[in-house]
């Protein structure tokens, strides 16, 4: 009976214990990629949205000046009463005009000014786009490595703690002194300074990217991604290629026929503007004081065409203008000169930085590497009692700067490489190299099959 009613005990009280480990066990957050964080950027960022707009307005006024090419409609109406010596006449008139430029220098230009004012606004949203991009990267990256570090100081906690309790056990058996507690101790405290100063970091960071994507990223094991990274360098003549369709170069081009365009319209006021006009009048009166009612007589009516040319023949401000039109252009082509040589110089740069950032992935790993098997000797010869804790202390210091180092590396080819993505005008770096393989790939399948 007894070991049944314990059995019975044991099944009623399952349910509930289940449910109690199913409501102890934390929600887990949805993964966050970078292809995410970017889209989720795009929809939320004020700053892109706000281009965007920019672009809308300038769609809307490029269709505006079509509207020199298109007749112009207006529609007038007056009514008039008069009072004059006991004769009272009141009077109604209306004018429908329709008039249309037959010829007019500037309006061509206008329209291309239009159009080119257009395509730079949706230059600068591309531009807008690369620096959106950058910073979603710069401040993933950033998160990725900060929680790499966090992980690596627990680490470097947990040495610690282990020094501290083998010199701690090693002092009780009389085989220690209690200057090497004293050594280990302090390291522990700064092993425990530099956890908290990590976690803060990777709070900041949370937060930045956060802001950046419009959207609270509470947990930083949500982020879905890892800083290891096997990138062949990119071809520096491919990314020259790119440089050149990098928004900043197009949009100092269309600069320079921005410019052109105003050269042109200032041109235009040297010659005639010729219009036609089309009128139609008509004009009713009547005398509301006769002894009849008020009736109207037969109305008058008038319809017009006509042909006119205006020629402004001197305007002494015309001349400057011109001059000033034409000094602009020449303006606009030598900072065209200046983008392309700065922008050139940055994508030198950053390419050195990128190869920089590559070997030094490699060195940081072999530190590591070396760093962990100097610890591990220095810690087993203390453990036996053949080293001291100077050594153990010193060796687990390096350790711990070699594994931040490689976190660190691994985050400054990351930034370079993302640096190099937005000064060559790309989204990403791997799309250069699966250009020319899919190429490569077309044309052999293109090619025909020898056969012996």
Avoid at 32 to 39: G, N, V
Avoid at 132 to 153: C, D, H, M, P, W
Avoid at 233 to 242: I, S, V
């Amino acid at each position: 009976m007894c070991c049944r009613r314990l059995v019975e005990k044991i099944f009623l009280a399952l349910p509930l214990a289940v449910v109690s480990l199913v409501a102890t066990i934390p929600a887990s957050s949805p993964a966050l990629t970078l292809e995410e964080a970017l889209s989720l950027a795009k929809s939320n960022l004020p700053a892109y949205q706000a281009q965007a707009a920019r672009v809308q307005s300038s769609e809307a006024l490029y269709r505006a000046s079509y509207g020199a090419y298109v007749p112009s409609v207006d529609a007038s109406g007056v009514a008039t009463r008069r009072d004059a010596a006991g004769y009272d006449t009141s009077s109604n008139h209306f004018d429908l005009t329709a008039s249309m430029r037959l010829f007019d220098y500037k309006r061509g230009h206008a329209l291309d000014l239009s159009r080119h004012t257009l395509d730079s606004e949706r230059e600068g949203l591309r531009r807008s786009l690369l620096d959106l991009e950058f910073g979603v990267k710069s401040s993933f990256y950033t998160t990725l490595a900060n929680r790499g570090i966090l992980a690596q100081r627990k680490i470097q906690l947990e040495n610690a703690l282990k020094n501290y309790e083998v010199a701690e056990g090693r002092r009780k058996f009389g085989v220690a002194k209690l200057s090497d507690v004293l050594q280990v101790s302090v390291r522990l405290e700064q092993a425990r300074f530099n956890l908290v100063q990590a976690e803060g970091s990777l709070q900041k960071s949370l937060s930045e990217l956060s802001s950046l994507i419009g959207t609270p990223v509470a947990d930083a094991s949500a982020l879905q991604g890892a800083l290891t990274l096997g990138l062949a360098l990119p071809d520096q003549k491919r990314l020259e290629e790119a440089l050149l369709r990098r928004p900043e170069i197009l949009q100092a081009e269309l600069a320079v026929k921005k410019a052109e365009s105003a050269e042109g319209v200032s041109t235009g006021d040297f010659l005639p503007v010729v219009s036609g006009n089309l009128v139609y009048s008509r004009t009713d009166t009547s005398n509301p004081a006769s002894s009849s009612a008020s009736v109207y007589g037969n109305p008058y009516e008038d319809r017009s065409a006509s042909l006119l040319a205006t020629w402004n023949l001197f305007e002494f401000g015309k001349f400057y203008r011109r001059k000033a039109a034409s000094m602009d252009t020449l303006t606009a082509a030598k900072n065209l000169k200046e983008t392309e040589r700065s922008l050139r110089l940055d994508l030198r740069k950053s390419y050195e930085d990128f190869i920089t950032a590559s070997r030094n992935v490699n060195v940081a790993g072999e530190q590591l590497r070396q760093a962990q098997q100097n610890y591990d000797q220095a810690f087993g010869e203390y453990r036996v009692g053949k080293g001291d804790i100077l050594s153990v202390v010193f060796a687990e210091t390096l350790l711990s700067q070699a594994r931040e180092q490689d976190v660190l590396a691994k985050l400054s080819l990351y930034l370079a490489k993302a640096l190099l993505e937005r000064v060559s005008g790309i989204e990403r770096l791997e799309a250069l190299q699966e250009a020319p393989a899919q190429s490569a790939d077309k044309e052999s399948a293109g090619s025909p099959i020898a056969t012996p």
